[in-house]
C-alpha cells in the first residue's frame, strides 16, 4: 500500500517503509485529532514512540510486544503528553524532551524526563539516528526531530512547529512569532531538500517544497 500519511483517530495507522526504519502514523482523540508516531529500527527491532499523545491501549497495542526503547514528548502541551505516565509505566522506555519544556512536562504528567535534549542532540532508534532539531515560539523547549534517509530522502517530524499551510500557533505573540519563523526558515527550509517529508502532530503531512514558497507570505500574515 502507498504511504499518504492521512490517518483518523478512529482509523488504523498508516505505514511507511524505508530502507532501515517503519513508520506508523496513528491519530488518536476525535477531539483534538494528534499524530503519533512509532519508528522502528529493521536492523534490532527497537522502535521509538513520538508523542505518547492519548489512547495508551492503542499506542501499546501498536507497540506490540518488540517493547519501546524510548518515548519523544515534542512539546509541553497537554495534548501531547496524556498517554506518556500508562506508556510509560507498561514498556519502561526513556522519557526524552527539549530541556526548557522538561520541568513542565514532568509537573504535568507526574513522570520525570530522564533525558533532556537541545540542538544537534541524537535519539537513536536502534541503528537509525534522529537528529533533534530546537524550535522555539510554540513552546519554548519544542523539538523536531530529523532522519536523513540513507537510501533516500530526509524526513522530519515537527510536534506543532510547522504544518501544512504555517507554522504552529504563538498564540498572539509577536516575539514568539518572530523567533519561530526565524527558526524553521534557518533550521528547517535554509538546510533540508524539497523532497524533505515532514510529519506534524496534527493533520496530513506535506513537504518542504510544497510549502517552501510559502514562505514570505507566512511572514508578512504574522502567522
Known sequence: MTYTGEVAPE?????????????????????????????????????????????????????????????????????????????????????????????????????????????GDVVRVGE????????????PGSVALLYDDPQGHPHLFTGDSLFPGGVGNTFGDAAAFARLIDDVETKIFDRLPDETWFYPGHGNDSTLGAERPHLAQWRARGW
Open 11 to 119: 482509523g488504523a495507522p498508516d505505514v511507511r517503509t524505508l530502507s532501515a526504519l517503519t513508520i506508523l502514523k496513528q491519530a488518536v482523540d476525535p477531539q483534538t485529532s494528534n499524530n503519533c508516531y512509532l519508528l522502528r529500527c529493521h536492523a534490532t527491532g527497537e522502535q521509538v514512540l513520538v508523542d505518547a499523545a492519548a489512547d495508551a491501549p492503542r499506542l501499546l497495542e501498536l507497540v506490540g510486544g518488540a517493547g519501546l526503547t524510548t518515548v519523544v514528548t515534542t512539546h509541553q502541551h497537554w495534548d501531547h503528553h496524556r498517554a506518556l505516565a500508562e506508556v510509560v509505566a507498561a514498556t519502561g522506555a526513556q522519557v526524552v524532551a527539549g530541556a526548557p519544556d522538561a520541568e513542565a512536562i514532568a509537573e504535568q504528567t507526574g513522570v520525570a524526563v530522564d533525558r533532556t535534549v537541545g540542538d
Open 128 to 139: 537509525c539516528t534522529l537528529q533533534v532539531i530546537a524550535l522555539v515560539g510554540h513552546t
